[in-house]
């Protein structure tokens, strides 16, 4: 069930979206058309070794 969804046409809000679920399909907006392939690796690199906690998609709790 999607809150928010990303195309190249745009950001569609669903009934029930909150405007972070806006900012999360911006993300994909700029990370996917404007960052080359590098810059996506070294980003998602860095926030690897950033050792912050995070929740994975079924909210268990993740520790790099």
């Known amino acids: 069930d999607a809150f928010a ?3 190249k046409a745009g ?3 669903w009934q029930g979206g909150k405007f972070t679920d806006l900012y999360h ?3 994909h907006e700029f ?3 404007y ?3 590098a810059q996506k690796i070294a980003l998602y690199n860095e926030a ?3 050792n912050v ?3 994975s998609f079924d909210f268990s709790l993740n520790l790099n």
């Open 53 to 55: 906690p995070f929740k």
């Open 11 to 13: 950001i569609r809000l």
């Open 5 to 7: 969804t990303w195309s």
């Open 48 to 50: 690897m070794k950033s």
């Open 31 to 33: 990370s996917q058309l």
């Open 25 to 27: 399909e911006a993300w």
């Open 35 to 37: 960052l080359t392939k």
